[in-house]
């Protein structure tokens, strides 16, 4: 515009132009326009020129947003598809559930794409024909139910979940028209039975309903953002089986009717095996009975029997109401209440208290306890975590059962493992504070970063733990548990026998053996706990079946397993140094009355 | 003047056109083998989880046992069985060699290289050469 505005002035100063004239010229033709018409012109031609350089400019955006386009590529179709994923992601962290591994990394649980078949009735044109030729592919499934089921006026039914790849190419092979595949998830379990009560299982759907799976159910599904992903555990699968195969095999000598273990790192809390027996695959936990799917070791609860004598026997060295040179006179039976405490094999004479444990004395370790008195001995129960619901990882967790009144006469029972029942699992969490120094540490089934110490509390002077693995060792060196030596891995430990309370009473033929240990006694790294259900003797015990029988030689060969494997190197026990750091004097007097 | 002006833009037009076209279509192309490659990885990715359970399947402590009981006279390991690397004794190294590994003098890349160690016997025995290029230590490459 502005460039025109010189000639405009131009034709302004020549007056002498016609109103409407041309001047032919060589160079330039103009029209002269003057006036209203001039005017108009003038605006028109304003209007056309803002019009076309709008235009212009929309042009060159589209043009340059081609451009841009062409480049990157980006709101292509492809991409919107690559892009649209990505959106749900971010609700749900992980496409499918996450797998569970055990601390070596060892795949316990893993989700894996399985096909299942699902039929539409209304699109099948001969049910009874269809059903009769499935039932063929699938022998568990009824003809009769299958046509019933086809015959439905719905357009969806499941017919079959998670299908072998076989059995879908047969299906795919009868060309039966309404019957559709799906893609699903399906949860496998490689390793079987062997870590079932602790990995637990899911539901067809995929949620957890047991075990780890239930209790890690929102991280393993990835319902909570900020917690997703997968689970890895403290159990060791190599300890794990070696713990089941030993169970299983003593439960078969001995015939019992159930079984179970668990081996804990002392230092760390941490569950390196956890067996109960019978036990089930999760693969197809429908296959088994309820039975099975009890966990003995974290939902049971048990009188466990002498085992609690290691620690009466710590409780009353630690309150200072006895020393190691102290004993008791247990040639008598104690008569209290209407009951009468007498000992197995009764040694008839005073016994000194390292003698009291060796030979596992109710009526030393129930006079030890009477010393201590009631009050202090449920405090010291509470403070090593035996009165109360353990904490662990696990939904099934059961708590200890505590009897009504707590007077002299429960002192006394308890003392030897009588009148209070719990879990084996506190049991062992328990005797690794007796062993490991004093310290109480929450046993965890997930694999601890590092190897550092977990913190823990004080329960017992590290003085006092330093006598009770004394203790442990002499029984398995001269006492009850002499049957669960490992050579070369100081094992020690304690004999539990006890009798099942069914209804009230005590069945004299039902017993449960226990025998709670660590190794190596030295500086303890493992609690090793096995028990046995209902036990018989056989000729090679020659018709024994308490604990020192029992369940003691479990405990010999699992050591000599695992050890190695943990790291745990054999000592020799003839060496002085390791003979002076287990020494324990028994101060017996059954010599000096020999030789009078 | 303006008609070559014109022609410049339309031959520039097309010329641009049809260069962002092929663009395009290159990348469209490329788009789609990158998605092809991104379900073929996802394929293989499913692949390898069943791999691993598989694996893992197959690796079950009592599969490993029943083979050990099969194959190998395996018992209980005793404790005189077990021992360390510390346990075994020191290995005798040839002072050229021990003079090459307190050479500061930067090494060769680890490889593996047959290294005819006696001539005369010419029996061929490989070492990882990373004790340093002396030709003291590698004797005749053939």
Redesign the interface.
């Known amino acids: 515009m502005m460039g025109q505005s010189p000639g405009q002035k131009n034709l302004v100063e020549q007056p002498a132009a016609a109103r409407v004239g041309i001047k032919s010229s060589k160079k330039q033709a103009f029209i002269k326009l003057e006036g209203s018409a001039k005017e108009t012109l003038e605006q028109g031609r304003n209007r056309l020129v803002v019009a076309g350089v709008l235009f212009a400019f929309c042009f060159v955006v589209l043009a340059g947003r081609?451009?841009g386009?062409?480049?990157s590529?980006a709101g292509?179709e492809?991409?919107v598809?690559?892009v649209a994923p990505q959106k749900p992601a971010a609700v749900a962290v992980l496409d499918k559930r996450a797998p569970i591994y055990d601390r070596g990394g060892?795949?316990l649980a893993?989700?894996?794409?399985a096909v299942s078949l699902f039929a539409d009735p209304r699109k099948i044109l001969d049910a009874e024909d269809a059903a009769e030729k499935l039932s063929r592919v699938f022998p568990d499934l009824e003809p009769e139910g299958l046509k019933a089921k086809l015959s439905l006026r719905r357009n969806f039914v499941w017919v079959k979940r998670h299908m072998t790849p076989q059995q879908q190419k047969h299906v795919n092979d009868l060309g039966i028209p309404g019957l559709f595949f799906r893609s699903e998830e399906r949860r496998?379990y490689?390793?079987?039975n062997?870590a079932a009560h602790v990995v637990g299982y899911t539901d067809i759907d995929g949620n957890g309903i047991a075990g780890i799976e239930k209790y890690f159910n929102s991280r393993l599904s990835g319902k909570n953002p900020k917690d997703a992903g997968p689970v890895h555990l403290s159990v060791d699968?190599?300890v794990q089986?070696?713990l089941r195969?030993e169970l299983s095999r003593f439960m078969s000598i001995f015939r019992g009717i159930g079984a179970s273990g668990m081996v804990l790192d002392v230092k760390t809390g941490e569950v390196l095996g956890m067996v109960s027996l019978p036990d089930f695959d999760p693969n197809r936990p429908g296959d088994f009975p309820r039975d099975n799917k009890f966990n003995k070791v974290a939902l049971g609860v048990y009188e466990m029997g002498s085992t609690f004598k290691a620690f009466t026997t710590a409780m009353a060295l630690d309150l200072k109401t006895v020393s190691l040179r102290d004993g008791y006179d247990a040639t008598k039976p104690i008569r209290i209440a209407g009951f009468r405490i007498r000992d197995d094999h009764g040694k008839k004479r005073w016994l000194s208290v390292p003698e009291i444990f060796m030979y596992s004395s109710n009526i030393g370790t129930a006079k030890m306890a009477e010393d201590v008195g009631p009050k202090r001995q449920k405090a010291f129960l509470q403070k090593i975590g035996l009165l109360d619901r353990p904490v662990i990882e696990l939904p099934e967790i059961g708590a200890p059962i505590l009897p009504p009144r707590w007077n002299t006469l429960e002192t006394m029972t308890i003392s030897y493992g009588h009148g209070l029942s719990v879990s084996p699992l506190q049991l062992s969490s328990a005797m690794s504070a007796m062993v490991n120094g004093g310290i109480f540490r929450n046993p965890t089934l997930i694999a601890q970063e590092g190897t550092a110490e977990v913190e823990g509390r004080r329960v017992i002077r590290a003085k006092t733990s330093d006598a009770v693995r004394k203790l442990m060792r002499l029984v398995v060196e001269k006492g009850t548990g002499s049957k669960a030596e490992a050579?070369?891995?100081l094992v020690g430990g304690k004999t539990g026998t006890a009798e099942k309370a069914v209804n009230g009473r005590y069945k004299r033929d039902a017993l449960v053996t226990s025998f709670a240990s660590a190794f190596p006694m030295n500086d303890p790294r493992y609690v090793v706990l096995a028990m046995l259900d209902e036990p018989k003797g056989n000729e090679s015990t020659y018709g024994f079946r308490s604990a020192g029988w029992t369940t003691a030689p479990i405990v010999s060969?699992l050591v000599?397993?695992i050890a190695?494997i943990l790291g745990v190197?054999?000592v020799d026990e003839e060496d002085p140094r390791i003979q002076k750091a287990m020494h324990m004097p028994t101060y017996s007097r059954e010599k000096n009355n020999e030789t009078f | 003047m303006r008609w070559q002006l014109t022609t410049c833009f339309i031959a520039m037009a097309v010329g641009f056109s049809y260069g962002l076209y092929q663009l395009s279509y290159e990348v469209q192309a490329l788009e789609g083998e990158l998605a092809g490659i991104n379900r073929e990885i996802e394929d293989n990715k499913q692949s390898i989880e069943i791999l691993k359970a598989e694996w893992a399947y197959q690796n079950r402590p009592d599969t490993i046992q029943e083979l050990t009981a099969k194959y190998l006279p395996l018992l209980l390991v005793a404790p005189y069985q077990v021992a360390t690397f510390k346990d075994l004794p020191d290995r005798k190294m040839a002072p050229e060699v021990l003079e090459a590994l307190d050479n500061p003098v930067p090494r060769r890349k680890p490889r593996f290289e047959w290294v005819y160690e006696n001539e005369e016997e010419g029996t061929p025995s490989y070492t990882l050469a990373s004790y340093g290029g002396n030709s003291v230590l590698q004797g005749q490459v053939k």
């Open positions: 081609l451009v386009l062409a480049i590529g292509s492809v991409d598809e690559a060892n795949l893993v989700t894996l794409e496998v490689p390793m079987g062997l699968v190599r089986y070696a195969d050579k070369g891995y060969r000599s397993r190695p190197m054999p």
